[in-house]
């Protein structure tokens, strides 16, 4: 079987990777434009094949989705303030790998649980729009839409707030922090992935919450908690916090955490609790332990990915 992972050098990517060669799989590919990720992925799965291509230009990379069995797709924009970009990575990578597909291959897409939410910024619009790319192009498929995750090699989420949290005394909150979230860990998600690859396409999309409601400050302090820090933690206004990061922004182009995605973090939103467990035959790994082994992994939790 000749697997191919679009955006493969990210979170879910790295995480996957583990666990197919694990499994024997010895034919993966993997397409990424980040060339530092990539070249980290490369070092840590010889096992995998790998090739630095943007999908949103046509390339090599046509010849090797066009041979796949199965593509996973996991490329996405995820963060950032160029609205060009999302429209490129999420809409038009998707509509060229979906192009030079067998007719024949199966997908297993990645979407997102913002697709359940009231946000309304370009990372929903866009995934909103990949979605539909992918249940009506007439292939087999499975549609997963993940809630925010955690793992080895996390870079944008956990990971940002824990390094963040390693270099300074003081960590901003914005508001009382009392956001509820359904974190994922990346590892019981990717046992997801296996589990539709082996088991074939079901043609209909998944919610996949964390099975814990949990505050997003008692997430902070979580992974405060698992680091030994002793950074205070301090609640600043909405308002404040907004304005902190609107001036951040003018700076960086690519900011780690963007005024969109705090207007997403405040929303108090329950997502869909679905029995994945009994559906994908995985055992959902207990928060505590999740985010103890994120952070403490001997090998794995020292790994670094760049935005």
């Not at 060669?21 to 990539?38: E, I, Q």
């Not at 509509?95 to 997102?112: E, F, G, I």
């Not at 999309?205 to 949990?214: F, L, V």
């Not at 301090?234 to 705090?262: E, I, K």
Request: some cysteine.
């Amino acid at each position: 079987m000749k697997i191919v992972i679009t955006g493969g050098a990210g979170l879910v990517g790295q995480n996957l990777l583990i666990r197919l060669l694990a499994r024997g799989f010895d034919d993966v590919h993997v397409l990424d434009k980040a060339a530092h990720n990539l070249a980290l992925a490369s070092k840590t799965h010889p096992g995998a094949n790998f090739l630095q291509t943007d999908l949103s230009r046509r390339g090599p990379w046509e010849n090797i989705v066009a041979a796949a069995d199965v593509v996973v797709m996991l490329h996405a924009q995820i963060g950032g303030n160029v609205r060009a970009e999302f429209h490129n990575n999420n809409v038009v990578a998707t509509q060229n790998v979906l192009r030079v597909m067998s007719p024949d291959a199966s997908l297993v897409h990645v979407s997102s649980s913002v697709l359940e939410s009231s946000a309304t910024d370009d990372y929903k619009l866009t995934k909103e729009r990949q979605e539909e790319l992918v249940t009506s192009c007439g292939r087999p498929y499975t549609v997963l839409r993940p809630t925010l995750m955690f793992g080895w090699f996390d870079r944008k989420h956990f990971g940002w707030l824990a390094r963040f949290m390693s270099k300074t005394p003081i960590f901003p909150i914005p508001g009382n922090g009392k956001y509820v979230r359904q974190p994922l860990y990346a590892g019981d998600f990717c046992d997801i992935i296996l589990a539709c690859i082996s088991g074939g396409p079901r043609n209909t999309a998944y919610n996949i919450s964390g099975k814990e409601k949990i505050t997003y400050v008692d997430i902070i302090r979580a992974i405060r908690r698992v680091q030994g820090s002793r950074s205070l933690l301090l609640h600043l206004p909405y308002g404040v916090f907004y304005a902190l990061l609107w001036c951040y922004a003018l700076f960086d182009r690519n900011p780690p955490f963007t005024t969109a995605q705090l207007q997403a973090l405040v929303l108090d939103e329950v997502f869909e609790d679905m029995d994945w467990e009994g559906e994908f035959d995985v055992e959902a790994t207990p928060f505590e332990t999740a985010i103890s082994d994120t952070f403490t992994h001997p090998e794995y939790s020292k790994l670094r990915l760049e935005f």
